[in-house]
């Protein structure tokens, strides 16, 4: 227990993570890929996890990368698994998850163009979730060694345990994409080596190494 305290103040912890990784560590700790899915859908449309959007820049008008969030960000109470490219953390084609801006009943077009002018026809390239508010809903999904249970949430069992969790996370710091493939095994392993030993954290055997690699994946 110490040394999962001592561990956790020195690991920083962003406020917000691509939806793809905040549902690996679900996974992680216990529920099923489609499971986790739907959950965490729910969750974010019930408003007990925060969303943003990250909209792409435009250079062609000169628009720089912009964040929405709620109140601007008005998320779907029927947000669905299919509404989500999970693999990249982006609205899938369907999505109606964000088509722009909403003009109000009442609203003068042109004062909503002119308001609005920033957010038409943008392309949302990132969506991220609080990690604060999924910790909240899903539990300690992080070492916790012991499911922890929290106000509408799930029972989550450490099914691959905190080896593998330890592992996927050093895996989206090292590479928050995709592995370089040039990397070869040799040094992918020796640099997660060092990630987690500069951490405090125990050396992962290649088996768990393995299985963290496949979790990334999906």
């Keep these: 227990m110490n040394q999962i305290l001592r561990t ?3 690991t920083y912890l962003p406020t917000w993570e691509p939806i793809k990784e905040a549902l690996q560590r679900i996974v992680v700790a216990g529920l099923s890929k489609k499971q986790a899915q739907r959950d965490l859908c ?3 449309g019930d408003g007990k996890i925060a969303i943003r959007l990250d909209l ?4 062609s008008r000169g628009l720089p990368r912009k ?3 709620f109140p601007t960000l008005e998320i779907p109470p029927l947000l669905s698994p299919e509404d989500i490219d999970w693999p990249r953390s982006r609205p899938s084609q369907r999505s109606q998850l964000w088509t722009g801006p909403s003009q109000r009943p009442g609203e003068p077009t042109l004062l909503y163009f002119h308001k609005n ?3 038409m026809g943008r392309t949302v390239d990132l969506i991220e979730v609080r990690v604060a508010d999924v910790t909240k809903v899903f539990g300690n999904t992080e070492s916790q060694p012991e499911a922890k249970t929290a106000t509408g949430s799930l029972n989550l069992r450490p099914k691959n345990g905190a080896k593998v969790a330890a592992v996927v996370q050093a895996l989206n710091e090292l590479w928050p994409g995709r592995i370089p493939d040039e990397l070869s095994a040799k040094d992918r392993d020796r640099r997660i080596t060092e990630r ?3 951490k405090g954290l125990s ?3 290649p088996r768990t190494i393995q299985r963290a690699l496949k979790l990334k994946d999906r």
């Design 203 to 205: 050396i992962p055997s």
């Design 42 to 44: 729910r969750a974010i």
């Design 67 to 69: 964040a929405l969030s």
């Design 117 to 119: 002018h920033d957010l």
């Design 196 to 198: 987690l030993r500069t």
């Design 56 to 59: 792409a820049a435009d250079p």
């Design 8 to 10: 956790s103040t020195l």
